[in-house]
């Protein structure tokens, strides 16, 4: 496992996550949730998941910090951090954790967060093992 990183930078991503869960459109499943991603650059970009009544038609919180991240012109995450209420470490769900590998590498920690604190780091690969994902297409192409 990669080394941790420094508890500046990994509370800067709490925080920001923190709040960005206090923004969450969750009037169905009541399950509030909050991400934070650092870029390379070292910008943070945060998001929240918005629900809506059809269901499919939703966002989750990873997934907007994402599209933030992009928005802004970047395309590379450095670190991930989610999080949702009670004390257990959220995970990404697994569409989010195949959206995430699109920017990430296998090496990429991903914080899986409860409201106390940041909790689990586990690398992308841990996450999603096997991925399929840009570098399987390049690997096609080339073929």
Do not use: W
């Not at 923190?18 to 390379?40: E, I, N, Q, T």
């Not at 995450?77 to 699109?102: F, K, S």
């Amino acid at each position: 496992m990669p080394n941790a990183e420094a508890p500046a930078p990994l509370s800067a991503l709490f925080e920001a996550a923190l709040k960005a869960r206090g923004h969450a459109h969750a009037p169905y499943s009541h399950f509030p949730v909050g991400a934070a991603l650092r870029s390379a650059s070292g910008a943070i970009f945060a998001g929240c998941n918005v629900e809506n009544a059809a269901y499919p038609s939703g966002l989750c919180a990873e997934t907007a910090a994402i599209a933030a991240m992009v928005c802004a012109g970047e395309r590379e995450i450095a670190a991930l951090l989610v999080l949702g209420d009670g004390d257990e470490p959220l995970t990404p769900c697994g569409a989010c954790r195949q959206r995430i590998l699109e920017f990430a590498t296998p090496d990429t920690l991903i914080y899986c967060s409860g409201a106390s604190g940041p909790g689990v780091a586990r690398t992308m690969d841990e996450l999603l093992p096997f991925a399929f994902g840009p570098a399987r297409l390049a690997k096609g192409a080339a073929s």
